[in-house]
């Protein structure tokens, strides 16, 4: 089977103007240059005024028809960029690019809008701008209205539309055209919680109605629970492919920087409520290893530090550590634990070890909370410690590649042989 997008050492170069000092003597130069206007933009670059930008460089991939493939990377990488060249928008300065069957796209806010016409008029403008004949935009008009949810509005000018609103009616329009391609760019991102989770849903159901969806997008929760494959993008070049699993964990990998310790030593400025405010938050070796990096086999000590403020029963501390963007590696608290008689107002320590070889190589984080009577929480602090876990074994390569899960647990195993007796 073809493949719906076909993506082969795809590469583009913008000039731009290159950064100079603001000397007397780029003064002169500048000025030689605008002395000579026929000459002037040769001169520019002559004179070192432009410079040679890749967006993308060497780009190559397929998409499969029915898969939905996301886009990662940090902005600037080149995702918009390959967008705008698989639409067509604008073209490659090498390599090539093929999508089959009829591409819808939504790279900006109220692409293809007419911002003088109501939206009813642009619902039929933008579907023929897709490709759509009339009779099929009349047949489906009803369906697309209500799920943009903006009859309210369908015969006001768009231009007095706010961003959001922009967002509903182009993505209903897209939607449901009869469209092979859907390309899709963080424009979703506008849009409020309730319609992003319904724009999320329907993707879904193109992809399992057989559409091909590339998704750009930041939401790594998002991307994990709709495509089944990523592609990385650093620096306009492809940096991994793959299982999306296995790219975003890499991916949130990089961008993580390991967040180790925080301290608050004003009780009154600390984090936290009337009934407890935190001091320390930290996570450190438990053996003597420097703490430039993790590897598996390093013990961790995750402390809490933290003043009670109020004679009411004995709080608990609980943790919670969570692999990558959003799985819940496991939960733990630490109950009751001082001896009957302590003073419970004041400041106290919960200390919890993770021991070695417990871990995965990947980014993991901590989320605490502090909770009364083991099942009430009455403070959650915001902000999680976050840390990557090394790998030694994969470095060296014992093994081929990532091992999957959460933890990897060094478990004691039994081999022998058995005598056939047959």
Known sequence: ???????????????????????????????DVAATPIRGIRQGAALGLVE???????????????????????????KSTLLK?????????????????????????????NPELSGRDNIYLNGSMLGMRRSEIKRKFDEIVAFSEMEQFLDTPVKRYSSGMKVRLGFAVASHLDLQVMLIDEVLAVGDATF?????????????????????????????????N???LEQGRVRMSGPVSDVVIEYLGSTVTDDNERFWPDVKSAPGNEQVRLRRIAIEPADDSRFDQIHRDTPLDITVEYWQTSGADM????????????????????????????????????????????????????????????????????????????????????????????????????????????
Request: proline share 6%; glycine share 8%.
């Open 315 to 422: 709080l608990d501390v609980t943790l919670q550590l969570i692999y990558a963007p959003n799985t819940i590696a496991f939960a733990t608290s630490a109950g009751r634990r001082l001896p009957e008689g302590t003073r419970e107002e004041g400041l106290h320590r919960a200390q919890c070890r993770i021991p070695a070889n417990l871990l995965n190589d990947g980014p993991y984080s901590v989320k605490v909370m502090i909770a009364q009577d083991r099942t009430h929480v009455i403070y959650e602090h915001s902000e999680q410690m976050s840390f990557h876990v090394h790998d030694l074994a994969v470095r060296r390569g014992a093994y081929f590649g990532k091992r999957p899960g959460v933890v990897q647990p060094q478990l004691d195993w039994n081999v022998e042989y058995l005598p056939d007796k047959r």
């Open 230 to 232: 990523a592609l990385w």
């Open 52 to 78: 040679d930008f890749w967006a993308l460089r060497d780009v190559s991939f397929s998409v499969q028809p029915g898969d939905v493939m996301a886009i990662i990377g940090q902005n600037g990488a080149g």
């Open 85 to 113: 060249i698989l639409t067509r928008v604008t073209l490659p300065t090498a390599g090539r690019a093929v999508v089959r069957g009829n591409v819808g796209s939504m790279l900006e806010v109220g692409t293809g809008f």
């Open 196 to 228: 992003r989770r319904k724009s999320l849903d329907k993707m879904h159901q193109l992809a399992l109605e057989g559409r091909t969806v590339l998704f750009v997008s930041h939401n790594m929760p998002a991307i994990q629970s709709m495509c089944q």
């Open 1 to 31: 089977m073809s493949p719906a997008i076909h993506v082969e050492n795809l590469s583009k170069k913008y000039r731009i103007n290159a950064p100079q000092s603001a000397s007397p003597s780029w003064w002169r130069r500048l000025g």
